[in-house]
């Protein structure tokens, strides 16, 4: 039976939505944006967000038992293509010599004005 992760480390859903679901031995994230979770509030500028993207991410899935080490697959949205290298660079930061299998696109917009948003599936 699915249930639901949630972690008070990570930013409350801003719609009808978990933070993620795990499901077996699967977790599966909703996207996160780059949204400090102590306010509430977005961060200042595309590296940033990115940074907060992936903390939050890691608080989600630490929740569920795991970690960025077990990742198979993110999804990252950017609203600038051009920004590409900048995600990528703090994107990698937080993985070690194996990376998860990504998908990357550009979106007209994101919510609450977001230049970045990552979702992932990982193992626990």
């Not at 995600?87 to 990504?102: H, I, L, Q």
């Amino acid at each position: 039976m699915p249930s639901t992760v949630h972690s008070d480390h990570a930013p409350k859903a801003i719609g009808p939505y978990a933070q993620a679901i795990r499901a077996g031995s699967l977790v599966f994230t909703s996207g996160q944006l780059g949204i400090d979770p102590a306010t509430g509030k977005l961060c200042d500028g595309v590296e940033n967000q990115a940074h907060a993207a992936m903390r939050n991410l890691g608080a989600i899935l630490a929740a569920a038992g795991t970690d960025y080490a077990h990742i198979l697959k993110t999804t990252v949205f950017l609203t600038d293509l051009g920004n590409f290298a900048a995600v990528n660079a703090v994107y990698a930061s937080y993985f070690g010599d194996a990376f998860p299998a990504r998908s990357c696109f550009q979106v007209s917009a994101l919510p609450m004005g977001g230049l970045v948003e990552i979702e992932c599936v990982a193992e626990v």
